[in-house]
């Protein structure tokens, strides 16, 4: 095994677990999305254990994140991102940025079918935007129709949920802050002319 080969493995464990505080996520919580128990999470984080597919591949997918951002991957030349489609809870979900930290973007398609709402409240902060169909959100007490164009942001303590109306897709670009990061969108002021 090479040296550079070596060294990517022993940063897995650290890397997990710096990916694990960035989220402000739990062992527990964690070994709960994950069906791994928190005595091999620990043991992943701290190098006891080796890391193998099996384990990475439900980190990933708890996480969001290429399997490459787990191990530290070395880049391999070229510059280009390739996203990779999943399907979460039966919509179609695009990641929109790599590294695992900070404020998240995600583009997703929301089917006709998932239209039953089931409000559900965790730490952060959503922005969404939608970009063609019409999205329905349940916030709290509001039952909304939002169509393309319209935004709404919301604290992600507060119950809930968003889907499709039923009648057609939604398409949906949601930016996720997990640590209540906000999005902060300014717009240019038009320059005043004294004439």
Partial sequence: ?????????????????AIRAQRGVTLTALSESTGISKSTLSRLETGQRKASLELLLPLAQA???PLDDLVGAPE???????????KVHGRTVLPLTRSPGG?????????????????????????LFVLSG????????????????EVAEF???????FGSTGNEPAE???????QGERLHARAKSATRRDG
Avoid: C
């Fill in 63 to 65: 996480y969001r994140v």
């Fill in 76 to 86: 391999v030349g070229d510059p280009r991102v390739r996203l990779k489609a999943s």
């Fill in 172 to 178: 949906i670009l949601s930016l996720f802050g997990p």
């Fill in 103 to 127: 404020v998240q973007a995600w583009k997703i398609v929301v089917p006709t079918s998932n239209n039953r709402p089931q409000p559900k409240s965790h730490e952060g902060y959503e922005w």
């Fill in 134 to 149: 019409k999205m329905r959100l349940v916030l709290g007490d509001h039952d909304l129709v939002l169509g393309p164009g």
């Fill in 155 to 161: 604290d992600t303590h507060v119950p809930h949920w």
């Fill in 1 to 17: 095994m090479t040296t550079d080969i070596a060294s990517t493995l022993d940063q897995v464990g650290p890397r997990l677990r």
